[in-house]
């Protein structure tokens, strides 16, 4: 009996002992848990702290480096503005222009006493009196202008006023007046197809044979495929200083392919009209021109391809006239520029310089085209900051057109083929200062021959020349 009651005891006492190991051993573990997370918390405390002043030492190690760059890189100076700027009624308007005195020593050809600028399609033919061994100078190149801008809810309206002293007697002439909106342009400015961006830098306020300094009353719209490529089309006044030789009354001559005259009679008189803003021109459409675009990456250069169509209408006929041009400029290096343009055209003289007049009327009403192609290449070299120098050459040729020529009346008149070629060199002392000079030679051979009137007339001339010109630009 009592050994049982001790087994029971001692049964109780290990249970009860063992309960109570089993709660120590909870309690234990339940403070470890505590005591774990207790660390997560300030493990986690570390790592946000971390994380924030790994943070702001990145902000402080870019700015040490910006102002490293600063204090080590010159600053890039702000874009030059040319010219004065003032606001007038809400709008923007920058005034430029220069001052320019042109001189030129005509050794040779000149055939005009008065005009200082290139004349190589009327140069004297030899065995007639030209204007050689003279000077002549000018300031109408003189140039002003202002370029304007108004800012707008529907977007920038802008445009330009230009004008020099170009005009007949040195009277004052517009060479740009247009304003801008969006992708329209209405105005006065650069022909869409005779483009002057291709031609070899001269001094000649006019350029040389194979390039154009044409600007026309226009419409033009453009449209931009991608930041190097764009589509313009334009709406042209044909007519616009337009070539022309007036009416004049001729003798009835016909030549054959070798310019020599086939009708010995010479008894007729006829009355014939050139192509030009002459009483028989009724053109009632303006040309239509597109212009192609394509800047090299990089912008090492840009390349264009342009074409043109015109009507030309008289009373009695009318025809189409047209024309392609390929443009191209490309920076060979930095200092180094190359340039070329060509043209072909039939049946207008409205856009290409030196060209023979567009069209002739002949005895019977109708209109017979002329037919040309020129061309024009040069290089030029930036050798320092003030000094650049320029190589060009130009030339041009007409197609040998008896029906064209014998309408005409006059073949003399009319050039066969045009060249021309120059060398230039500027000088820029200080920045609004600019000195040229430049040394041109050219030849002209027309459609007419030596007849036994004249023998000493040839159908060939020379002209060569020296410009210099000094320029303030503001």
Do not use: C
């Not at 009327?122 to 000077?135: P, Q, R, V």
């Amino acid at each position: 009996m009592t050994t049982q009651k001790m087994s029971v005891r001692l049964k109780t006492l290990v249970l009860a002992m063992g309960i109570a190991a089993a709660g120590t051993a909870q309690a234990d573990t339940n403070t470890e848990v505590e005591q774990l997370r207790k660390e997560v918390q300030e493990l986690r405390g570390m790592l946000e702290q971390y994380a924030q002043q790994q943070k702001q030492m990145n902000v402080q190690q870019q700015n040490y480096q910006a102002q490293v760059a600063a204090q080590t890189s010159p600053a890039k100076p702000a874009p030059e503005k040319k010219g004065l700027g003032i606001t007038v009624g809400g709008a923007e308007v920058n005034f430029y222009g220069n001052v320019r005195a042109d001189a030129t020593y005509q050794i040779d050809g000149g055939p005009n006493k008065g005009h200082p600028y290139n004349q190589i399609n009327k140069a004297a033919l030899e065995g007639t009196m030209g204007n050689s061994d003279i000077f002549k100078s000018t300031l109408a190149a003189t140039r002003l202008g202002f370029d304007f801008k108004t800012p707008t809810q529907s977007g920038d309206v802008a445009g330009k006023v230009e004008v020099d002293f170009l005009g007949a007697n040195d009277t004052l002439r517009i060479r740009h007046a247009y304003l801008t909106y969006a992708n329209w342009l209405i105005g006065q400015t650069w022909s869409n197809f005779a483009v002057p961006d291709y031609m070899p830098e001269s001094i000649d306020a006019l350029g040389y044979v194979g390039g154009a300094v044409k600007r026309t009353p226009q419409v033009r719209y453009t449209s931009t495929f991608s930041p190097q490529t764009n589509l313009i089309f334009a709406l042209e006044d044909s007519k616009y200083s337009d070539n022309t030789t007036g009416t004049k009354t001729v003798l009835n001559k016909q030549y054959d392919e070798n310019n020599q005259l086939t009708d010995a009679t010479l008894s007729n008189v006829t009355t014939v009209t050139a192509l030009g803003s002459d009483p028989d021109n009724q053109t009632r459409l303006p040309a239509l021109s597109a212009r192609l675009n394509h800047k090299f990456a990089d912008n090492a250069g840009i390349v264009t391809a342009r074409t043109m169509l015109a009507e030309k209408n008289t009373k009695d006929d009318n025809d189409l006239a047209w024309g392609v041009g390929l443009g191209a400029k490309y920076n060979v290096t930095p200092s180094t520029t190359l340039k070329a343009d060509y043209y072909h055209v039939k049946g207008d003289s409205s856009f290409v310089s030196w060209s023979n007049p567009g069209y002739a009327i002949d005895s019977n009403g109708n209109i017979q085209q002329s037919e040309f192609d020129s061309i024009t290449v040069g290089i030029t070299q930036q050798f320092n900051p003030k000094w650049r120098g320029t190589l060009g050459y130009g030339y041009m040729n007409h197609d040998t057109d008896l029906d064209y020529i014998n309408a005409s009346g006059i073949p003399s008149a009319l050039n066969k083929d045009l060249w021309q070629a120059w060398a230039n060199v500027f000088y820029s002392p200080i920045k609004p200062v600019s000195l040229g000079l430049e040394y041109t030679y050219g030849e002209r051979e027309t459609f007419s021959a030596p007849n036994a009137t004249t023998p000493l007339t040839s159908k060939t001339g020379e002209e060569n020349r020296v410009n210099v010109v000094a320029m303030y630009n503001f």
